[in-house]
């Protein structure tokens, strides 16, 4: 399959379920569909602006977050995001 294969595979509803599924027990609750939602739209954003350190990533994920309101976001539990949305990744062959 190749890398286009591979993205058009991208589901972002199938990202959605695999990360409630596989972040730690800790933050399931915290999260909802929309909230995922709302976390891989603005790390898409930040994809788009070549931001490729996770510290810088997570920071500005952060940062905007709070500028729409959103409090659900910690650096613990966006590095938990982010590692399990990397998961679901490999999982459809991106890496």
């Known amino acids: 399959m190749s890398s286009e294969q591979n993205l058009a595979a991208y589901d972002d509803d199938d990202a959605i379920a695999f990360i409630l599924k596989n972040i730690s027990s800790d933050y399931q609750p915290v999260f909802e569909n929309d909230d995922i939602q709302y976390f891989l739209d603005l ?31 910690t650096p613990e539990n966006v590095a938990a995001l982010l590692n399990a949305e990397n998961e679901y990744s490999k999982s459809i062959g991106l890496f």
Request: charged share 50%; aromatic share 10%; no cysteine.
């Open 43 to 73: 790390m898409y954003e930040m994809d788009e602006k070549f931001i490729v350190d996770e510290d810088e990533l997570i920071s500005k994920i952060i940062k905007e977050s709070k500028k729409d309101g959103m409090d659900k976001f």
